[in-house]
């Protein structure tokens, strides 16, 4: 295969593909020349650029080399003491949100050490850039904000939004993660200050599944909002207006849509996140077919739950249509799974999916979802209508379907208070879980496999200690994109969403059951990515969607090659 890979130790050589100046980077697969078209900052500027900035790292030929000499007192440390020092002192913030703070401070000034500290320490700063505290984040983004990331396109670009794209520094792009702030993980609308979501779902690409940092473009879509609270902070960074909708909002994501495809071309991945269900649907099956979109909500959260249910059963035994499902929450996160698991089901029996969705269950604000509401549902829970008498909340329900799988997707949180062999209580951030991982086992008496959208610490329920599983899209979505990537897929494809599963399925051994355990520990999230990337992108090649050819012979190991490391580069 063409070289996409990255360097994996500050000593080797270029491998092929065209390098910067700092034999820092090789040529990615879509990047086939150097995109750098400006002078490479030196003296004061490097160590004020976070690509490129060492801190106390640069070495003393290095000092010299680039007029750095006087600027940096005269210790000389490696990255590992600058890593270990930079979790020290994250260690010493009490408060999430300062160690949020801490983080991004750090992302915006030196950005493979940032990477370091990410890919190192995963399970424990994950929940400090990502979910639960990048939700606090997001509601108080205005009044922690100090450094811009990523691109705002607000209604005051509208007619402008491809001149506002070329305003960002890099030419080559080849994921875009896009919010409108409408529906912030389980916190509502927060208008503008999502922002904090593309920014941390990036990081988890770059971190968790290798994609460059400089491949990587945070979007939120600026088009006001209804949060009264927001409108009248004085701290408030995005416009003050109630959000438009209708064909204002059309116009301009269309607008956006295609400037994208004008400026980066047809292989940059759109993912469209935390928009609201009234739009996300919409817009997801509206440029399915000429851009290639994924809707991390619908889908990847769809794939990861699919992987955990796989995995279970080989704890429970039986396939999953001997299960009866029950969702509270029939939005993108509950009808995108429900889906998925039909679809798995009828792969499996060959019964149309008509038939197999009759088993899984869902349940609204409104009550159960069945045929005699069909007229006034929106159109993505019709099919999920089916016979069965009117009934209202989530206890009755239970009563009445008997669901050996509980999941749930409301946003909501403290919802469930009945024991079920398995129980997924997806909504983030923690606050909003339907039930924490202490009720679930000790409802239970040990017997539930309980997994969360975010992290609970193991439960000692009479002398057994529990793993909660974090079922989290952040399990599928940067090895999904990367073998998206990798194959220079066209499209996303359902059979690609399958594939991304059963690859995170296959990685929990008998090692992880014995704790209770539905999903492999983050701390090898990177070798999963890869495996998930190169199934991804196998299928993709099956299916005629990869445009990157001839297929490599292994796939596993082109992933692993096309992973970005943060392991400082020479600049001699
Ligand atoms: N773990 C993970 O990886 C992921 C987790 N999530 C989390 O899932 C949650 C839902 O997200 P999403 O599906 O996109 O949101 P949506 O807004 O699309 O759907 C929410 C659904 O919950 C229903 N609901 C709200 N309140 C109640 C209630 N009191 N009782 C019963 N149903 C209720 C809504 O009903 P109605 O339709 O009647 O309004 C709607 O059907 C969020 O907290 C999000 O953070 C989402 C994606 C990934
Ligand atoms: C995890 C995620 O995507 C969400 O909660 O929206
Ligand atoms: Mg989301």
Redesign the pocket.
Known sequence: MKNCGDLVDNKSAIVGGVGDMYSEDSATLDQPITPWTISVASGYSLMRDPRYNKGLAFTEKERDAHYLRGLLPPVVLSQELQEKKMMNLIRQYEVPLHRYMAMIGLQETNERLFYKLLIDNVEELLPVVY?PTVGEACQKYGSIFRHSQGLYISLKEKGKILETLKNWPERTVQVIVVTDGE?I??LGDLGCQGMGIPVGKLALYTALGGVRPSLCLPITIDVGTNNEKLLNDEFYIGLRQKRATGKEYDELLQEFMYAVKQNYGEKVLIQFE?F??HN?FELLARYSSSHLVFN???Q??AA?VLAGLLSALRLLGGTLADHTFLF???????T?IADLIALEISEQNGKPIEENRKNIW?????GLIVSSRKESL?DF?KPWAHEHEPITG?INAVKAIKPTILIG????GK?FTKETPLIMA????TS?AECTAEEAYTWSEGRAIFA???PFDPFEYEGKTFVPGQ????YIFPGFGLGVIMAGSIRVHNGMLLAASKALASQVTEEHYEKGMIYPPLTNIRKISANIAAKVAAKAYELGLASHLPQPEDLVESAEKCMYSPVYRSYL
Do not use: F, Y
């Open positions: 979910t529906r993980l389980g935390d609201a269900n996300a991390d909500d619908i990847g959260t990861v509270l929450g029939a939005g993108e996160a509950g995108g869902l349940v609204d604000s409104k929106q829970k989530l997707t409301s946003g909501v919802q997806l909504s983030n951030p909003q969360s959208g975010s079922a989290n899209n952040a």
